[in-house]
Every structure is written in C-alpha cells, then in structure tokens.
T-cell receptor, first 114, second 119 residues
C-alpha cells in the first residue's frame, strides 16, 4: 500500500505556480520522497526526488518539511501541458542495488486551466 | 529515439487466448519492470527483473510470465486470458541506484503502455 496521502484533485491557472501537497507521516529516515506524473494515456514520468533538503531541477521544486512528514511539489509556472496525475512516492534507497519498487497511490489530478 | 518502447500499443483478444507484449529499452539499463494499470487507474508493479533476479508481486497470477531474451528486452506472456486482465500494461527500466550530489538517485523510465482488451 502507498505510504502517502494526496488530495484527489487540484486546479491551477495557467502561468501560476502549482503547489501539490503530500503527507508521508510514517516516513523512515532512509526513505526518499519521489514525484512522478502521468499525462493522459502516457507512461509515468519522473519529476524530482529528495531526502531532507529542498531540491530544484528544470521541471519543479520539492520542499520537504523539517520533520519530513510532508512535502510540496511546486511547478513554478504551470502550463496546459502540465495537466496530469501527480504521484508522491516514498521509497527506501536500495544502496548499490538495481531494483526498487515504486508503489503508486491514487495521486493528485492536476488540471491547469487557461 | 524512444527510450522504452512497447508493442503492440493496442491488443484486443478473446478470453482464453495466449498473448505476448514486447518491451525494449535502449538506455543500457540493467533492470526492467512490468506494471499493470487497471480501469480505476491504480498502477501496480507486477515484476522486476535483472540478470540476477526476478521478483514477482505475489498477487500476480502464474498465467503471467516475463521472459527476457537479453538485457534490453523484457516481454510479458499471458496465458489463458481472462476478462479481468483487461488493463494498460506499462514496461519500465532503470539503472542501478547511484550516488549523485550526495543523494542516492534512482529513476524509472516508462514505456508508452499497451492497452489490452479481453472480450
């Protein structure tokens, strides 16, 4: 079962920042927070991940609270193409290994509106 | 170039038939996966496989079997198809988890999916 809780849906105006929350109150010290998204009829796509520090890449920013029990994915300037289901996943690092399980929950359906 | 590809994109077949879905990755990854996404959009891992180990989700019926002719391919064979097998099947691949910038990093790359309809 997924170890995260996300709102089922959110709306965002085009050009505005989209802030997607995720609760992971039972996260362990060696577990990372991963975000993936699935655009309609496509395979999931990796966005970003983090352990305890805030992270930023070309797609998004990830803000993790100090107690690590929740996080927020930020799309700074949402476009219509960002409309998708966003999945927050908690996963233990498989140090040096090549296998790992992504356990997907229900995710948040983000609708970016013009 | 497509990183992870699947064929066919759509597959419609009768109950009881045996079918296969092919997956290929050109990323040089050493681990491949199969996921099933049902009509309620839940995405669940079915198998993970590398040249050392096959890990099967215990909920997957033994009618499903992955077959890997080489490191770049992981095909999914399904015997005696049932109505409940109708779903979208996604293949994915990943490289071994690595340390980058002080963080362990791991990313799965997914294929476009195969929509299987069993009549």
């Amino acid at each position: 079962d997924a170890k995260t809780t996300q709102p089922p849906s959110m709306d965002c105006a085009e050009g505005r920042a989209a802030n997607l929350p995720c609760n992971h109150s039972t996260i362990s010290g060696n577990e990372y927070v991963y975000w993936y998204r699935q655009i309609h009829s496509q395979g999931p796509q990796y966005i970003i991940h983090g352990l305890k520090n805030n992270e930023t890449n070309e797609m998004a920013s990830l803000i993790i609270t100090e107690d690590r029990k929740s996080s927020t994915l930020i799309l700074p300037h949402a476009t219509l193409r960002d409309t998708a289901v966003y999945y927050c996943i908690v996963r233990v690092a498989n140090y040096g290994g090549s296998q790992g399980n992504l356990i997907f929950g229900k995710g948040t359906k983000l609708s970016v509106k013009p | 170039d497509t990183a992870v590809s699947q064929t066919p994109k759509y597959l419609v077949t009768q109950m009881g038939n045996d079918k296969s879905i092919k997956c290929e990755q050109n990323l040089g990854h050493d681990t491949m996966y199969w996921y099933k996404q049902d009509s309620k959009k839940f995405l669940k891992i079915m198998f993970s496989y590398n040249n050392k180990e096959l890990i099967i989700n215990e909920t997957v019926p033994n009618r499903f079997s992955p077959k890997s002719p080489d490191k770049a391919h992981l095909n999914l064979h399904i015997n005696s198809l049932e109505l409940g097998d109708s779903a979208v099947y996604f293949c994915a691949s990943s490289q071994a988890e690595g340390l980058a910038g002080g963080r362990w990093s791991y990313e799965q790359f997914f294929g476009p999916g195969t929509r299987l309809t069993v009549l």
